[in-house]
């Protein structure tokens, strides 16, 4: 991504699938976040998504 007049700066994306025993899709998550130093704010987006998917999971 080429951000005004300064240099090439990344971009995080990620995802988190669930699929059952026989390969199917069951539940997709996409997380994304604007480039930054350090990638914590992405780091935080996914571990929050995990806990999520995970308290629902256990309903």
């Given at each position: 991504m080429?951000?005004?007049?300064?240099k090439f700066k990344q971009v995080m994306v990620g995802t988190i699938g669930l699929h059952d025993k026989d390969g199917n899709r069951l539940?997709?998550?996409y997380i994304a976040s604007h480039p930054e130093h350090g990638k914590e704010l992405f780091k935080k987006k996914m571990d929050a998504e995990i806990i999520q998917i995970k308290i629902s999971i256990r309903m």
């Open positions: 080429y951000i005004l007049g300064e539940y997709t998550s």
